[in-house]
């Protein structure tokens, strides 16, 4: 595999992900703008962080599908999520894991970024995941 997760000695504990990743690899893969959509553009959950989580995850895995890449291969991922407060996360957290064994995505998670914004593009978009994955 051309990715390594770890958390070293001395950093924040716990976290419901790794602090880093280093990855080997030729090849980068940058999956961005997924959120909780169909193909066709239909809204998935509105109104509901979990629900639009889980989705923009597995549009996450499928784009990552596409080029050859996996979970396994990711050495970032990054959530906007409108609106963001700390009482958010248990709803974020239940969104990513209603997902996780379905997709393959590890626990603990790849290093991550948790970003609060005003808005995303459209008013019922609540999160949009950013994935970068290295392959050899």
């Known amino acids: 595999m051309s990715v390594r997760r ?3 000695e001395g950093m924040l504990r716990p976290t419901p992900y790794e602090h ?3 990855g080997t690899g030729t090849r980068h893969v940058h999956v961005s703008g997924q959120i909780a959509r169909t193909p066709e553009g239909t809204p998935v959950a509105p109104g509901d962080l979990a629900g639009q989580v889980a989705h923009a995850l597995r549009n996450t895995a499928r784009g990552l599908a596409g ?3 996996s979970f396994g291969d990711v050495l970032r991922l990054t959530f906007y999520v409108t609106d963001w407060a700390p009482e958010k996360i248990e ?3 239940a ?3 209603q997902v996780a064994e379905e997709i393959g995505l590890p626990t ?3 290093p991550s970024s948790l970003i609060g914004v005003d808005h995303l593009f459209e008013p019922d978009v609540l999160v949009e995941v950013e994935a970068t994955a290295i392959l050899d």
Do not use: E, I, K, R
């Open 95 to 97: 969104g990513v894991g």
């Open 91 to 93: 709803a974020f957290m």
């Open 108 to 110: 603990p998670l790849p």
């Open 67 to 69: 080029a050859g890449a």
């Open 6 to 8: 770890f958390t070293p």
């Open 20 to 22: 880093v990743a280093v």
